[in-house]
T-cell receptor, first 112, second 115 residues
Framework: KAGVTQTPRYLIKTRGQQVTLSCSPI?????VSWYQQTPGQGLQFLFE???????NKGNFPGRFSGRQFSNSRSEMNVSTLELGDSALYLC???????????FGQGTRLTVV | KNQVEQSPQSLIILEGKNCTLQ??????????LRWYKQDTGRGPVSLTI?????NTKSNGRYTATLDADTKQSSLHITASQLSDSASYIC??????????????FGTGTLLAVQP
């Protein structure tokens, strides 16, 4: 069974640009959540989607947005990139909100 | 304020030795507690997940304990191996098990196992 797949693995963008990250959950999983991980802040929750609906949202500015498609694949978008957005962005999927989450390998975003 | 604190921040042990990592939480309402292992540059991998009624859970050489009264958990690693070198993250799920559950992350303990 394939795990959670995130693309791309690495990305370099310049300040002011926007970026879209993709996450394909484990087959059959309907819940997808996104996290930002930086050395100083650790893992921070961005948002969670279940059946195409955003269920939870963390404390991030509106530049961070996401969506989930009918096949449960999810995308995360960051607009007007700032240097501080450089981080490892992790996606996790689970069959439902109550069950264990499985993480992808992450997308390493560097903003220069 | 929901919070998860881990100690120590980092730890160095010799291969073959045992070690115990600590996690204290102030999360309400408590739903479950998870330990994850994260290798450098990779996504976290689940080790254990425990609900309120579970005191201990093992996964190979990893044994997690939970004391819901004192709101403390520990992760014990037995006979450490070089491959155990990683960051270990304690995560507490807050909520009633429904759609509004939120995951509260600790900042992790960085473990280095030396030969």
């Amino acid at each position: 069974k394939a795990g959670v797949t995130q693309t791309p693995r690495y990305l370099i963008k310049t300040r002011g640009q926007q970026v879209t990250l993709s996450c394909s959950p484990i087959s059959g999983h309907r819940s997808v959540s996104w996290y930002q991980q930086t050395p100083g802040q650790g893992l921070q929750f961005l948002f969670e989607y279940f059946s195409e609906t955003q269920r939870n949202k963390g404390n991030f500015p509106g530049r961070f947005s996401g969506r989930q498609f009918s096949n449960s694949r999810s995308e995360m978008n960051v607009s007007t990139l700032e240097l501080g957005d450089s981080a490892l962005y992790l996606c996790a999927s689970s069959p439902s909100e109550k069950t264990e989450a499985f993480f992808g390998q992450g997308t390493r975003l560097t903003v220069v | 304020k929901n919070q998860v604190e881990q100690s120590p921040q980092s730890l160095i042990i010799l291969e073959g030795k045992n070690c115990t990592l600590q996690c204290n939480y102030t999360v309400s309402p408590f739903s479950n507690l998870r330990w994850y292992k994260q290798d450098t540059g990779r996504g976290p991998v689940s080790l254990t997940i425990m609900t309120f009624s579970e005191n201990t859970k093992s996964n190979g050489r990893y044994t997690a304990t939970l004391d819901a009264d004192t709101k403390q958990s520990s992760l014990h690693i037995t006979a450490s191996q070089l491959s155990d070198s990683a960051s270990y993250i304690c995560v507490v799920s807050a909520g009633y098990g429904g759609a509004t559950n939120k995951l509260i992350f600790g900042t992790g303990t960085l473990l280095a196992v030396q030969p």
